[in-house]
């Protein structure tokens, strides 16, 4: 028996949208959109998971009653789909409830860099690529790794692209203005508990 040809030529990529994303059950893994393909990860190793959990409490000590701040949230951003793994947001619109958080609600973003290849492309590549195409002002990465770490990079939304306002690696403090105030040092980010 042979087998019918599509009538059509089959697309070089998936071709998900950001509604059969939102469409998809919850499962308990992280499911990303991006260029049209799902990315699932594991869930992220202990001091990955440390890190952004503290990172989170940093921030969420100096927001304004306006704001909020969580670990990871679907933001659909101009036809993919990431979760952050820490996002700034109007505290009206983060309360509500909602499946997604529109971007034009969000002020910051901040994604802890992961070992591997791909991971590390995800996130100096694909995601501010889509934070960017979003128009969310700030993104923060985290990098855990290398010299002089854990360093924080501050990147500004400028005509579009990032740039880069500061990077800051521990043992320095790092200021940010903007979405709001905040300074810490990087080291806090990891490693034993600071009471």
Known sequence: MALAMPAEPMPDRDGFTVEDWLALPESGQRVELIDGSYVVSPLAATNHQICTGRLRDVLLAAAPDDMEVTEGANVPCAGEGAIPDVVVGDAEAMLAGTV????????????????GRSNRRRDFTDKPRMYAAAGIPVFLRVELIGEGAPCVEVLALKDGEYVQADRVCAGRTLRIAEPFEVSFDPAVLVGPRRR
Not at 100 to 115: F, G, R, T
């Open 100 to 115: 997604a958080l529109d971007p034009q609600y969000i002020h910051l973003v901040a994604e802890v860099v992961s070992p």
